[in-house]
């Protein structure tokens, strides 16, 4: 059984910095891939980013590419979310989620095991 602990978030200004970390246990494959998910009130849960266990595949959603980057210590079993130049846009709860297969990175079905989250607001 894989569990997933996020941590990290808080309270930012806009144009501000915040790094999130994804701390896995439990068994992982080779196969494998990690993403980042957020929700913000009232609206859906949308894909953020995700990267391969071997770390020589990343995808970003359109709205966080060239400010976020999704980063691996696979000696420390724990991936990351580095998030700069934040906007009040990005608050929500960011939520980490493994995949067991290729294919599909944005639809959160996808994803086997899920983190319980960790809230991000970003004030203007």
């Known amino acids: 059984q894989v569990q997933l602990v996020e941590s990290g978030g808080g309270l930012v200004q806009a144009g501000g910095s915040l790094r999130l970390s994804c701390a896995a246990s439990?068994?992982?494959?080779?196969?494998?891939?990690m993403g980042w998910f957020r929700q913000a009130p009232g609206k859906e849960r949308e894909f953020v980013a995700v990267i391969s266990w071997n770390g020589g595949f990343t995808l970003y959603s359109d709205s966080v590419k060239g400010r976020f980057t999704i980063s691996k210590d696979n000696a420390k079993n724990t991936v990351y979310l580095h998030m700069h130049s934040l906007k009040p846009e990005d608050t929500g709860v960011y939520y980490c989620a493994g995949k067991s297969s290729s294919g599909e990175y944005y639809q959160q079905r996808e994803y086997d095991y899920w983190g319980q989250g960790t809230q991000v607001t970003v004030s203007s």
């Open positions: 439990g068994r992982t494959f080779s196969r494998s891939y």
